[in-house]
């Protein structure tokens, strides 16, 4: 029988997002520093939803949400592989520091596992030095640059 969790522990319910997260969801994106309305976040959600390569995984405490995780899965050619890639993780600025990070991460190597991937990233603007330290605390490590180029509208 599991004993019951500590005076620290992390009380987290992490769950697959849903429409009626669309809130929530434009409100942990603005807060990670990318525009978006609730409108833009049902899209987005619907999108995901609608895909199986990928997920989205909300952080819950005491009802509310205050993070979030989204997931892709692709084939890597370069190691004829599965690679899970984390195209999002923020936790509110309220909630940080509670280990909401390391969960959502921790359900995010979970899911990668589960689905066949060989091996997890992720990606970092330069300007975030602090979530840099926070991933490299976490067992990730630097491995190379990336490089974006706008295509515009199509």
Same mark, same amino acid.
């Given at each position: ?21 669309a ?6 994106l ?10 833009? #976040?049902?899209? /987005?959600?619907? &999108?995901?939803? =609608? ?7 909300l @952080?819950? !405490?005491?009802? +509310? ?19 899970c890639r ?21 359900? #995010?190597?979970r /899911?990668?596992? &589960?689905?066949? =991937? ?7 603007? @330069?300007? !975030?030095?602090? +979530?840099?330290?926070?991933y ?11 490089f ?7």
């Amino acid at each position: 029988m599991p004993s019951p969790p500590g005076p620290g522990a992390l009380d987290v319910d992490l769950r697959t997002a849903v429409l009626g997260d669309a809130d929530d969801v434009a409100r942990l994106l603005v807060e990670l520093g990318y525009p978006c309305d609730i409108a833009d #976040a049902s899209e /987005r959600i619907s &999108a995901i939803l =609608a895909n199986d390569r990928q997920a989205l995984v909300l @952080a819950r !405490r005491n009802g +509310a949400v205050c993070g979030l995780v989204a997931l892709d899965f692709m084939y890597y050619l370069p190691l004829g592989t599965t690679t899970c890639r984390v195209t999002a993780l923020v936790v509110s600025n309220g909630a940080q520091g509670q280990g909401l990070g390391r969960a959502l991460l921790k359900e #995010a190597e979970r /899911r990668a596992r &589960a689905g066949g =991937a060989a091996r997890i990233e992720l990606t970092s603007g @330069a300007q !975030r030095s602090e +979530a840099h330290a926070f991933y490299r605390a976490c067992g990730y490590s630097d491995s190379s640059v990336r490089f974006v180029k706008p295509l515009g509208s199509a």
